[in-house]
């Protein structure tokens, strides 16, 4: 729609200043005037959707693919039907332009005029505080918190956290020493019975040392750390072996097992039994214990990077286990690896949209200083969208984290147009402030609809339940709003300033 809105506005102006040109001769300048910017327009825009391919994040992937696909279809369909259907329609007389039609950009024009020192300070104590805000951003987000509390998936997983334990799963896997076997082998021959009976029982340890594995010492350990996981305020349910020996020290008159007692349990324990109870949560075989954490997600104050990096701490300095024997793993962990590389995803998407941009504009403009003043706009957009987000304490995620890429490459497209018609009408006029109000008056009319129409499909996005999509469209859209006030105020006073074009005849 923002190239049909550019052709339109190409259309009429060309019209209005050469109304007894022909229709088809009418046509064919539009197109040829407007397809470089147009093109260039496109290819800012999919390099920002394609900066999303360098993400891990598989969704995020698609979704740059999908985007960049789209913009190549519609730039195509664009300019093969717009020209086709206008050759079919007679040529209507030229209609006088209304000066209220364009107040809002012709009033900019006069206040960039005006105003141009403080446009420029102004932009930098913005760029300062948005600076200070970006520094504030986050990546701790609750995927409780991606729903409004009116949906049923709110309030289900609400419930599931407080009353059912918690929804998040974590496993904590502790590895123990194999070096205490033989000694466990000893004392739980020396607390079993008479010496006259050893003889059965060494055939029967031939037959099974597993039991062996299961002394009072470990079962302490398992103990401690279970209850160490378990005062955690972020952890709700926690299943591991220490549950049923605390139900066994229940049944013995609360006094625990001995190592005899542990060994004569798992002997004759039925098997059915010991997958239910016993193989979920340790692994004789392998000396292992697991421990199934199911974690508060609507804790306010849940932060699972430093969660996990306190359970792995107090383990190894408090429990004194080594840091090879504790592994962490399952969806808390997954996730929170996913969180965390949205930061460099963020660095990482930015940069590389930043250098195709200016890329860009030196190929297009041939002029590393205009590609200089074509870039400030658009960082002034997207720093105070960044700035925003950390000052109101909106975590990046797998929706925000692409809002910078998106917003860049898209707003680009205002600074494309109206330094391409600038250059255009600046050898008319032979003087910037009057080009300036010449631009503002024509292709400034095109940046302002074509900006009101991207914001309004992005603004669709609050109508939706699902919080990330809403925080999508707003912040999109203020991106949208702030370029187009840049694009108008910020960029011609650039322009006067630095004249890169060459002084004025």
């Keep these: 729609m923002a190239i049909t809105i550019h052709l339109i506005v190409r259309y009429q102006d060309l019209l209005l200043n050469n109304p007894e040109a022909e229709q088809r001769q009418l046509i064919l300048d539009t197109v040829r005037l407007m397809l470089t910017p147009c093109l260039y327009a496109a290819l800012t825009t999919i390099a920002g959707f394609g900066s999303l391919l360098l993400c891990d994040i598989l969704p995020v ?6 985007m960049s ?5 519609s730039l195509t369909v664009t300019f093969l039907l717009f020209p086709a259907r206008l050759m079919l329609s007679p040529k209507g007389p030229p209609k006088a332009r209304k000066a209220k039609s364009f107040s809002m950009t012709l009033s900019l024009a006069r206040f960039t005029e005006a105003r141009g020192t403080l446009i420029l300070i102004v932009s930098c104590i913005i760029f300062i505080i948005s600076a200070l805000g970006i520094s504030r951003l986050t990546v701790e987000n609750s995927f409780i918190n991606y729903f409004k509390e009116t949906t049923e998936i709110y309030q289900g997983m609400k419930v599931i956290d407080e009353k059912l334990g918690g929804t998040t799963p974590l496993d904590v896997i502790v590895e123990i020493d194999e070096s205490e076997t033989s000694a466990a082998k000893d004392t739980a021959k020396a607390e079993g019975p008479g010496e006259e009976d050893f003889e059965e029982f060494d055939e029967f340890e031939k037959a099974n040392d597993e039991k062996y594995w299961f002394t009072s010492e470990r079962m302490t350990l398992a103990t401690k750390i279970h209850d160490y996981l378990d005062s955690l ?3 709700g ?3 591991s072996l220490a549950t049923m020996l605390k139900v066994a020290a229940k049944l013995n008159n609360g006094i625990p097992l001995d190592n005899f007692q ?3 349990v798992y002997s004759e324990l039925p098997d059915k039994f010991k997958r239910i109870i016993l193989r979920p949560y340790v692994s004789p075989q392998n000396s292992q214990l697991r421990y199934s954490i199911r974690v508060r997600d609507s804790e306010k104050s849940l932060r699972r990077d430093a969660l996990l990096k306190k359970i792995r701490h107090d383990l190894v300095n408090k429990i004194g286990l080594k840091e090879e024997q504790v592994h962490l793993a399952g969806w808390l962990v997954l996730y929170n690896n996913m969180l965390q590389s949205l930061f460099e995803s963020q660095i990482l998407t930015l940069g590389v949209v930043v250098l195709a941009l200016l890329g860009m504009f030196l190929i297009l403009f041939r002029s590393l200083k205009i590609a200089l003043i074509a870039i400030v706009p658009n960082l002034i957009a997207i720093s105070v969208v960044l700035g925003v987000m950390g000052w109101l304490n909106i975590p990046l995620d797998m929706m925000t984290i692409t809002i910078g890429a998106i ?4 707003a680009v497209d205002n600074t494309i147009h109206y330094i391409y018609r600038f250059r255009y009408e600046l050898q008319f006029e032979n003087s910037y402030i009057k080009t300036v109000h010449r631009c503002h008056g024509s292709i400034g009319r095109a940046m302002y609809y074509t900006s009101l ?5 992005f603004l669709i996005l ?6 990330p999509s809403i925080y999508f469209g707003l912040l999109t859209g203020l991106a949208m709003l702030i370029a187009l006030i840049a694009a108008l105020t910020l960029l011609p006073q650039l322009i006067i300033l630095f004249k890169p074009f060459g002084h004025e005849a």
């Design 462 to 467: 609050v109508l939706s339940n699902f919080v």
């Design 61 to 66: 992937r698609t979704f740059g693919w999908m």
């Design 237 to 239: 349910k926690v299943l």
């Design 69 to 73: 696909a789209g913009i190549v279809v």
């Design 262 to 264: 542990l060994a004569l």
């Design 453 to 457: 129409t991207i914001i309004s499909g």
């Design 407 to 410: 917003s860049i490459g898209i």
């Design 233 to 235: 305020p972020e952890t």
